[in-house]
T-cell receptor, first 112, second 112 residues
């Protein structure tokens, strides 16, 4: 079953706390992405991962880091979360240059 | 890098009418385009993808047209119904083949 799974779906954290968002895919896709979505700004790319331990900054990497230790799993980490990181975070994966990314259902993060 | 402009931001049509959404892009070397649908509270659902060597593609009431000369991509929903109400995004795959750039979305309302 081709699926991108994100956990948790909803998360509330206090400013300064650490946040871990997790993403898994069952398609052995090499490329994985983290985006955030905010009203009026659309989808902004945070990080791209080309494969295990091969990650690259996207357009808005500041305040985020990622980890990919297994091909099927890609994590987004917020060290000391800030209120302006309140957003909806989407993970996606793609099997190649001519395959459109498939998206997870998103994680709605509120940082209070 | 690639930039994608999408219009209109909001679109209301009556049930049975057509709805047309347009995206323009800047990089003539862009090779792969996609359209996504996002319903409230959900992730992005892939509708259709086209390679740059395709001018027209039709699937299940959707028509995608690609005008490479004008760098314009369009999505036409023929005979829209209320279930088509959602936010639609176009996406262009950057020439480095990994980065995917999104338009800011079109909120489509199909009135009964």
């Amino acid at each position: 079953d081709m699926k991108v799974t994100q956990m948790p779906r909803y998360l509330i954290k206090r400013m300064g706390e650490n946040v871990l968002l997790e993403c898994g895919q069952d398609m052995s896709h090499e490329t994985m992405y983290w985006y955030r979505q905010d009203p009026g700004l659309g989808l902004q790319l945070i990080y791209i991962s080309y494969d295990v331990d091969s990650n690259s900054e996207g357009d808005i990497p500041k305040g985020y880091r990622v980890s990919r230790k297994k091909r099927e799993h890609f994590s987004l980490i917020l060290d000391s979360a800030k209120t302006n990181q309140t957003s909806v975070y989407f993970c996606a994966s793609s099997g190649g240059a001519n395959q459109a990314p498939l998206f997870g259902e998103g994680t709605r993060l509120s940082v209070l | 890098g690639e930039q994608v402009e999408q219009r209109p931001p909001h679109l209301s049509v009556r049930e049975g009418d057509s709805a047309i959404i347009i995206c323009t892009y800047t990089d003539s070397a862009t090779a792969y385009f996609s359209w996504y649908k996002q319903e409230a509270g959900a992730g992005l659902q892939l509708l259709m993808s086209v390679l740059s060597n395709v001018d027209r593609k039709e699937e299940q009431g959707l028509t995608v047209l690609l005008n490479k000369k004008d760098k314009r991509l369009s999505l036409n929903l023929t005979a829209a119904h209320p279930g088509d109400s959602a936010v639609y995004f176009c996406a262009a795959r950057d020439t480095n083949a990994y980065k995917v750039i999104f338009g800011k979305g079109t909120h489509l309302h199909v009135l009964p």
